[in-house]
């Protein structure tokens, strides 16, 4: 595709010259004799590069670029001017200008100035390709949605990657945070630096201090050699803190005078490390809570909290359902021989209606699950895990206040005989003939059964 160049000169020799010499390198040419006029072309065919003269009949040559890059900020302007008004030129750069040439100009310099702003303009393409490549790829599973509170989140992202504040996300289980963590360090200025992701409430109480900061060699009994902390290895990138409500007292202020001196000490050294790491950090809890029960220090969270991200649960958003189950479906298809292309509507309202305590997670488990149950071309309700179908699952039975023994052991049984019944049937390729000689039960007793548990 051909540069677009807007030529706004009142000069009609200058015009000739620069017409002749572009046109011949290739480039697509607009021209306009005032200001007025070079405003009005750049909003009928937006150029790539402007060379603006400084001094037009009408209104000015900076006035002309400013109402230009008002309407398009990335169009690059390479000023024109008489070697007297090279501080006008240089006024013009302060207001936006790419760069400057004096009159007359030579020839080899323009077309190299022209490259330059080229080269420029290819490079910040690459970048918002990039950029959009980067936001497609992460934008999956955990925070796929058209909704608006997922598309607050992505907003939310989007106006702190490209900064180095600390961010705190908060979600329950499952909600995905891990994933926009990963999606923000990508799209930030420290995307080439490594990504550290420690889970707080995986490590020992008495490890977590190694973990963090490091050890030297001899510094405790299984000190064997030396460990370079997590947030020595996050140097230059991200370290993402997850589960951080899961730290203690002692730890955490560790943790706040690690963040505040941007130094950290091994254990059992004594040299501060000077560390130059973004933090990020995520938890499942309310800090504000856990700073009025005790548990979480107020000077911490509000190192922490500089800027909040908070994800909704699945149950707030179940417009985007039907996406991830497309999503989910095309994802384990892959891996899945089945012969599934499809989910019924009846299927699709069950997991709409369904509470989703496990969030996006459960939600592509229970695909997961379906396409390994199913034998037939479409997902229906009977092959979604019995939890979602409304049945509790034996695990799940807890003794009932208001229902007797004798009630509860019914439920139970009633629980554990469709499984059985799902699963003769599956094995049989959905024949109730062969279902019901494999449960050693007549083929009208399987019948009645199948219609009072509300099996297809």
Same mark, same amino acid.
């Given at each position: ?24 390198e ?7 004799? +005032?200001?007025?006029e070079?405003?009005? %072309? ?5 150029p ?11 209104i ?14 990335? !169009? &690059?302007?390479?000023?024109? +001017?008489?070697y007297?008004?090279i ?51 992460y /934008?999956?599973?955990? !925070?796929?949605?058209q ?5 607050a989140?992505?907003n ?24 926009? =963590?990963?999606? !923000? ?5 420290? %995307? ?21 900061f490091?050890?030297? %060699? ?8 030396q460990r370079?902390g997590a ?5 230059g990138?991200t ?13 955490? =202020? ?10 950290? =000490? ?12 973004r933090?990020?950090?995520? +938890? ?8 009025k ?6 000077? &911490?969270?509000?190192r ?9 649960p ?7 359902i039907?996406?991830l ?5 095309e994802?384990?298809? !892959?891996?899945?021989?089945?012969? =599934? ?11 709409? +209606?369904? %509470? ?15 396409l ?32 007797g ?16 019944? &799902? ?16 449960? /050693? ?16």
């Amino acid at each position: 595709m051909k540069t677009k160049l807007l030529v706004v000169d009142d000069e009609e020799k200058i015009i000739k010259i620069l017409t002749r010499i572009l046109s011949e390198e290739g480039f697509d040419l607009i021209t306009a004799s +005032t200001g007025e006029e070079g405003v009005e %072309k750049a909003k009928e065919i937006p150029p790539d590069i402007v060379l603006m003269d400084l001094n037009l009949p009408g209104i000015s040559g900076i006035e002309a670029m400013t109402r230009i890059h008002e309407t398009y900020p990335d !169009i &690059l302007t390479i000023i024109l +001017t008489a070697y007297g008004t090279i501080t006008s030129a240089v006024e013009a750069m302060r207001k936006g200008a790419y760069d400057y040439l004096t009159k007359p100009f030579d020839n080899d310099e323009l077309l190299m100035t022209i490259r330059r702003a080229e080269e420029n303009l290819n490079l910040r393409r690459e970048i918002l390709e990039l950029k959009d490549q980067l936001r497609e790829k992460y /934008q999956f599973v955990n !925070i796929i949605g058209q909704s608006p509170k997922i598309q607050a989140v992505f907003n939310l992202m989007d106006r702190v990657a490209q900064t180095d504040a600390t961010v705190l996300v908060q979600g329950e289980s499952g909600t995905g945070k891990e994933l926009i =963590v990963k999606a !923000i360090h990508h799209a930030s200025g420290r %995307k080439n630096g490594p990504f550290i992701a420690v889970n707080c409430g995986a490590i020992p109480p008495n490890l977590v201090e190694s973990e963090f900061f490091g050890h030297e %060699k001899g510094a405790f009994t299984d000190a064997k050699e030396q460990r370079i902390g997590a947030f020595e290895r996050a140097n230059g990138g991200t370290l993402f803190l997850d589960e951080v409500g899961e730290l203690s007292l002692d730890t955490q =202020v560790k943790l706040l005078r690690v963040l505040e001196e941007k130094k950290v =000490v091994r254990v059992g050294g004594a040299k501060e490390i000077p560390i130059e790491t973004r933090i990020i950090t995520a +938890t499942n809890k309310n800090l504000e809570k856990e700073i009025k029960n005790g548990s979480f220090r107020q000077d &911490l969270f509000f190192r922490l909290n500089v800027f909040f991200i908070p994800l909704p649960p699945l149950r707030e958003r179940r417009e985007d359902i039907p996406l991830l189950i497309d999503h989910f479906l095309e994802k384990y298809l !892959i891996k899945v021989s089945s012969s =599934v292309k499809g989910i019924s509507k009846q299927a699709v309202h069950r997991l709409q +209606t369904y %509470k989703w305590p496990g969030n996006v997670r459960e939600l592509e488990n229970a695909i997961h699950s379906a396409l390994i149950v199913c034998r037939g071309e479409s997902i229906l309700p009977r092959h979604l895990p019995l939890r979602i179908q409304g049945y509790p699952q034996v695990r799940d039975v807890h003794i009932e206040p208001d229902m007797g023994m004798e009630e509860q052991v019914g439920k139970i049984c009633k629980v554990v005989e469709r499984e059985m019944i &799902l699963k003769a049937l599956e094995e049989n390729n959905q024949s109730r003939t062969k279902a019901a000689e494999k449960l /050693q039960i007549s083929r009208k007793t399987l019948f009645n059964k199948m219609q009072k548990l509300g099996i297809d």
